[in-house]
């Protein structure tokens, strides 16, 4: 069996042929919390003033570990404010539906996709009852909603996932309308109804979204260069959406346009850049290239080998481009 492996934004290794890439549990802090420059909504901010300053001051902390790549020493200071809020707000009130939206979020970052299922759709419940009244809130709602996708997907629950990646995909498409901020919100979440399509074997259908993702990538990253890396992985997700229906020369530039970025970006992604290699090495060898194939999944090979030395979870991915590697001689 060929493994072609994709890369998500957690530590672990997936050997499914078919995992979430654009997943952004991270993005999701920054959507809700937002003193970084996306303006807190005025209900929020209002409820903000009825807060107690220490449980402010854990929130404030808990994004500073999470900008710090830290998110389970994010998620214990987040799981004190939220022991607050149920104690003391009521169900309705959009700092509870904030610190919901938020836990779920790092839960998912933890990969504790399970448990993140019950603050999400709490989150989401919230913010759709208030977001009739105050429009300001869309944007945190389609958040959740794209993480709800996200959660149900990670437990194998495909078909329920669509729903909620959708309205959030139509919520994103709107907003952006008027707010360019949120195309790369735009992007994440056409990426991953693409993904969503393909877990529930619609291949064709998962072509469109994923190619307008990398057309809207292409278009921010001439002004910020940050979001090459969500670029890349969209891009590595195009390349499979392509060799899933068997057009392989179709793959082929895509994948390596991939394998190009993370190049440069390999320093803080080796493990996207040896995905990027094998899944290049799969693409080269279906269209009759053996030795360019051999070449590049014996990079990816090194790469990982290097990397499962000090982490043991590495070793099921370099089993999977070892028996590539046999395959291909």
Same mark, same amino acid.
């Given at each position: 069996?060929?493994?072609?492996?994709?890369?998500?934004?957690?530590?672990?290794?997936?050997?499914?042929?078919?995992?979430?890439?654009?997943?952004?549990?991270?993005?999701?802090?920054?959507?809700?919390?937002?003193?970084?420059?996306?303006?807190?909504?005025?209900?929020?901010?209002?409820?903000?003033?009825?807060?107690?300053?220490?449980?402010?001051?854990?929130?404030?902390?808990?994004?500073?570990?999470?900008?710090?790549?830290?998110?389970?020493?994010?998620?214990?200071?987040?799981?004190?404010?939220?022991?607050?809020?149920?104690?003391?707000?009521?169900?309705?009130?959009?700092?509870?539906?904030?610190?919901?939206?938020?836990?779920?979020?790092?839960?998912?970052?933890?990969?504790?996709?399970?448990?993140?299922?019950?603050?999400?759709?709490?989150?989401?419940?919230?913010?759709?009852?208030?977001?009739?009244?105050?429009?300001?809130?869309?944007?945190?709602?389609?958040?959740?909603?794209?993480?709800?996708?996200?959660?149900?997907?990670?437990?194998? *629950?495909? %078909? =329920?996932?669509? /729903?909620?990646? #959708? +309205? &959030?995909?139509?919520?994103? @498409?709107?907003?952006?309308?008027? $707010? !360019?901020?949120?195309?790369?919100?735009?992007?994440?979440?056409?990426?991953?109804?693409?993904?969503?399509?393909?877990?529930?074997?619609?291949?064709?259908?998962?072509?469109?979204?994923?190619?307008?993702?990398?057309?809207?990538?292409?278009?921010?990253?001439?002004?910020?260069?940050?979001?090459?890396?969500?670029?890349?992985?969209?891009?590595?997700?195009?390349?499979?959406?392509?060799?899933?229906?068997? *057009?392989? %020369? =179709?793959?082929? /530039?895509?994948? #390596? +346009? &991939?394998?190009?970025?993370? @190049?440069?970006?390999?320093?803080? $992604? !080796?493990?996207?850049?040896?995905?990027?290699?094998?899944?290049?090495?799969?693409?080269?060898?279906?269209?009759?290239?053996?030795?360019?194939?051999?070449?590049?999944?014996?990079?990816?090979?090194?790469?990982?080998?290097?990397?499962?030395?000090?982490?043991?979870?590495?070793?099921?991915?370099?089993?999977?481009?070892?028996?590539?590697?046999?395959?291909?001689?």
């Amino acid at each position: 069996m060929i493994h072609r492996f994709q890369s998500t934004n957690a530590a672990r290794p997936l050997c499914a042929l078919l995992a979430l890439l654009m997943v952004l549990p991270v993005a999701a802090l920054e959507q809700v919390a937002a003193p970084e420059g996306r303006p807190v909504a005025g209900l929020l901010a209002q409820a903000n003033s009825e807060i107690p300053p220490e449980i402010l001051a854990l929130e404030m902390k808990a994004r500073n570990h999470n900008e710090r790549s830290e998110p389970q020493q994010a998620l214990a200071l987040m799981q004190q404010v939220m022991a607050w809020v149920n104690a003391n707000l009521p169900r309705n009130d959009p700092y509870r539906a904030q610190t919901q939206s938020i836990v779920g979020a790092l839960l998912n970052a933890e990969g504790r996709h399970q448990e993140a299922l019950g603050p999400t759709e709490e989150a989401i419940k919230i913010y759709s009852e208030l977001a009739k009244t105050n429009p300001s809130l869309l944007g945190d709602l389609a958040m959740a909603l794209n993480n709800l996708g996200m959660s149900y997907n990670e437990v194998g *629950r495909h %078909q =329920e996932a669509l /729903a909620p990646t #959708e +309205e &959030a995909l139509k919520i994103y @498409r709107e907003l952006a309308k008027t $707010n !360019p901020s949120l195309l790369g919100d735009l992007a994440m979440a056409l990426n991953n109804l693409g993904m969503s399509y393909s877990l529930l074997g619609r291949r064709q259908e998962a072509l469109a979204p994923t190619e307008e993702a990398v057309k809207v990538y292409r278009d921010l990253v001439k002004t910020n260069p940050a979001d090459l890396n969500n670029m890349a992985k969209t891009l590595s997700n195009l390349g499979m959406c392509y060799g899933l229906l068997d *057009r392989h %020369q =179709e793959a082929l /530039a895509p994948t #390596e +346009e &991939a394998v190009q970025i993370y @190049r440069d970006l390999a320093k803080t $992604n !080796p493990v996207d850049l040896a995905m990027a290699l094998n899944n290049l090495g799969l693409t080269q060898q279906e269209l009759g290239k053996p030795k360019q194939a051999r070449r590049s999944v014996a990079e990816a090979v090194a790469i990982i080998r290097q990397l499962a030395a000090t982490n043991p979870a590495f070793q099921e991915f370099m089993q999977g481009m070892l028996k590539n590697l046999e395959i291909m001689n």
